[in-house]
């Protein structure tokens, strides 16, 4: 089969002119290597158009169906992002209704906003002593299409960003049932499926539309990612309507490339890549169980990576005198070892095919080091804060005190001021707040703000924690919120 990126080297390597874009002309210039611009153009003769393929990029997007066992996948190269973006718009009519989980990355709460749909949430329960959001339940989906049965769509996430795993092949029967489509953002999976040991795709278990980010968790260039589509519930020439509209006119060639060879590489050595992976995870695993005061997901009950995916190791600080932050300081600054991200009681980190046996000894060696240290009143080095020991409400608790809320399609248009954040509780949210990453909201723009919430932002800020939608402006924190608001 031809190769994207076997073509593209001829082409750079070919006596061939170019009297035509990118500017660069394949010259190197300034700093970046000159391999870049010799791969990279946009459509020329013999490379096809990603927006009406019939040739290469027809061919590879069928061979990426083939491997994950979707009937029409496509490739994506504005992320997962603009494939949520092309799912919900191309699943609902503008107006129509739609049930997701509150925790969904930002990018479906956007295509939400660009369609005018109404949205009613799911919300996960929590994940015990992590504070991170769990699955959503076949049965709380099935209790809440009853409840409103106007709606036209399901959303899930799954594997979250932490790794939690849904029963999708359940959650689909029940969506089915309705003859509604169900849509799976599995930006965070396009690793499942390929081999035993790892949890099954949502293609081969009944989602109607899912979103992969291939350079999440296979080894291809950032903004690389997939949508697959299956069934007849999703208009095929609706969704590539949307995939024109969200889509660059100019399509890089050599994100394309890496997509093709990711796919490639991995279904070359699938065996070997992902039994080499598992080996070291279940090596790392076995070796961070003797911790005494860090804590870890998959915890021991969890380890077949159907409900905990495996890669994604959350190291929970909570009961010791680290905040998850300074685990992460820590981590960074005397280790070298730069977590995937920190939140308040934890530490996420994340491993792939392409990681090395060097990297899991080296996380493993400085967690053992880490906890060996930490007795039941010692400080480790000298960073912990009063905060980190303070009994703290776990952020779903904190986004659900936010509901009854003026719509989002309505509210982000409205008018807004800026109030310092003291002043905000009881307000309206005028913009998104998020604790970043991974961009899920905390607030969402039309939900009231609550006290609880406040407190929870504050104690973010202190934390130095990433918190989006919330400025200093003349040295003090501030946030924009709705002005002239009729409650509905
Ligand atoms: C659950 C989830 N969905 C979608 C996205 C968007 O993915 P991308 O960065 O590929 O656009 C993210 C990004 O972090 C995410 O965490």
Known sequence: MEHLFDKLKENGESNIYPL????????????????MYLRDITEIEGFDNLHQPQEILLELQRKAADLYGAEESFYLINGSTAGILSAISAALPAGGHILMSRNCHKSAYHGAYLRN????????????????????????????LEQEPDVGAVLIVSPTYEGRISDIGRIAEIVHKKKIPLIVDEAHGAHLGWADGFAENSCRLGADLVIHSVHKTLPALTQTALLHVNGNLIDREQLKRFLHIY??????????????????????????????????????????????????????????????????????????????????????????????????????????????????????????????????????????TDDAAEEIPCRMDTVIQNQGAIPLAKAWDMGKKVVNLAEAVGCYAGEFVNLYPPGVPVLVPGERISEETYESICRWIRQGLTVQGVEVRERKNSIKVLKDVQEE
């Not at 046996?357 to 400085?366: M, N, S, W």
Request: charged fraction near 25%; include cysteine.
């Open 117 to 144: 749909l109404t949205i009613s949430y799911l919300y996960p329960k929590v994940v015990g002593e992590y504070d991170i959001f769990d699955t959503i339940s076949p049965e709380q989906v099935q209790k809440a």
């Open 247 to 384: 889509q660059s006119s100019s399509p890089s060639y050599l994100l394309m490339a890496s997509i093709d060879n990711a796919l490639d590489y991995v279904s070359g050595e699938t065996a070997r890549l992902f039994g080499d992976f598992l080996e070291n995870w279940n090596d790392m695993l076995d070796r961070l169980f003797g911790c005494r005061h860090l804590h870890f997901l998959p915890e021991t009950s969890e380890r077949k990576g159907v409900k905990q995916d495996v890669g994604k190791l959350v190291i929970s600080t909570k009961g010791t005198p680290l905040s998850g932050r300074q685990l992460y300081d820590i981590l960074l600054n005397k280790y070298q070892l730069q977590p995937e991200m920190a939140s308040e009681s934890y530490v996420l980190a994340m491993f792939t095919v392409n990681d090395t046996k060097e990297g899991y000894e080296r996380l493993t060696q400085a967690l053992l080091e880490i906890d060996g240290r930490l007795t039941d009143s010692a400080v480790t080095d000298g960073v912990a």
């Open 20 to 35: 035509h874009m990118p500017g660069h002309k394949r010259h190197a210039c300034g700093k970046l290597p000159g391999e």
